[in-house]
């Protein structure tokens, strides 16, 4: 019992700091250093973002399993016995996305000008056929990697992070590149924020279906 109240308490906070580290790196890269949204730019935030997952690989295995993406945790619990299952949706996913609530109404309060998150610039099918796309894509990478390579702290989480960048970059200018529902979900509910409906409509339909795909195929 002390360890799933620790687990739910881990995921309650990497997900708040996750919501932030990604608009911290935007703030340092853009305000901070004041630097161009040309390649220089992008570049730096992208070694960054890469930094950043290293980051919270680092804090799930500190934690011994907390994390910030319900999907991480939704292919295993699917594919493991059901006591399992209904752990990690009644408790674990609900925790992941109030904590991304929490940190989305802490940014807004501290960063007004931070914007309101991922924008769908496509009708809400393209969007989710696309994100179910690229979460299938990052389900089948994590499974594959844990498989394949299953002692190798840097070499999974190198392959994973600039895959997962990747993706996010390919899928950027259709749907924000969010792939994390949690994040979305929170950006949505959050009473101060005033997220895009498409947006997320489409990411509670795809991404949990690309995942789900993608843990049975592997």
Not at 104 to 127: C, Q, S, Y
């Amino acid at each position: 019992m002390v360890s799933k109240t620790r687990l739910i308490l881990s995921d309650f906070v990497v997900s708040l700091m996750w919501v932030w580290s990604g608009s911290l790196i935007k703030i340092f890269v853009f305000k901070v250093l004041e630097m161009e949204h040309d390649s220089r730019g992008e570049f730096l935030k992208n070694s960054l973002s890469i930094m950043n997952m290293f980051l919270f690989s680092f804090l799930g295995k500190v934690t011994k399993g907390g994390t910030y993406n319900p999907l991480t945790i939704l292919s295993s619990a699917i594919s493991g016995d059901f006591s399992q299952f209904l752990f990690t949706i009644g408790a674990r996913i609900p925790v992941q996305v109030i904590g991304s609530i929490t940190g989305v109404r802490l940014l807004i309060d501290t960063f007004p000008e931070i914007g309101l998150g991922p924008r769908l610039t496509v009708d809400i099918h393209k969007g989710a056929l696309t994100e179910g796309l690229l979460t299938f894509a990052i389900v089948t990478i994590s499974l594959g990697l844990a498989r394949k390579i299953p002692g190798s702290f840097f070499m999974k989480t190198w392959i994973s992070s600039v895959s997962k960048l990747s993706l996010h970059i390919l899928g950027s200018d259709l749907t924000g590149g969010c792939m994390n529902p949690a994040s979305v979900m929170g950006w949505g509910l959050c009473p101060w924020g005033s997220y895009n409906q498409g947006a997320y409509t489409r990411i509670l339909a795809c991404p949990n279906r690309g995942n789900s795909a993608g843990s049975m195929d592997i």
